[in-house]
């Protein structure tokens, strides 16, 4: 129904800046919650930030204050503007979506993105 495609990624010195984007195609006439996700080598997909359909948004503990989520309906787009970047950042970045409210969870969310992968040199 959905197909999300993420980009943007790529390789950064730790305290730099990357903005990842998320386009969506396919049934884009329904306003869905947004989320993005990431995954680092032996670890578990953890929630890093989403915004609702009326802007409302939510972040990590972890990424609050350096990492903004935004959108774009009229493009079809979601944001993820990450500054002041750790290398603890490092991790395949998901986009996703959800029909409903807010979340964090990962199984709530209906579509996924393919990833981009996000590494922070120290």
């Known amino acids: 129904q959905v197909q999300l495609v993420e980009s943007g990624g790529g390789l950064v010195q730790a305290g730099g800046s990357l903005r990842l984007s998320c386009a969506a195609s396919g049934r884009t006439d329904v306003t869905y919650t947004m989320g993005w996700f990431r995954q680092a080598p032996g670890k578990e997909r953890e929630f890093v930030a989403a915004?609702?359909?009326?802007?409302?948004?939510y972040y990590a503990d972890s990424v609050k204050g350096r990492f903004t989520i935004s959108r774009d309906n009229a493009k079809n787009t979601v944001l993820l503007q990450m500054n002041s970047l750790k290398s603890e950042d490092t991790a395949i970045y998901y986009c996703?979506?959800?029909?409903?409210?807010?979340?964090?969870?990962?199984?709530?969310?209906?579509?996924w993105g393919q990833g981009t992968q996000v590494t922070v040199s120290s």
């Open positions: 996703a979506a959800k029909f409903g409210s807010l979340s964090m969870l990962t199984y709530q969310y209906n579509y």
């Open positions: 915004i609702s359909r009326t802007n409302t948004t």
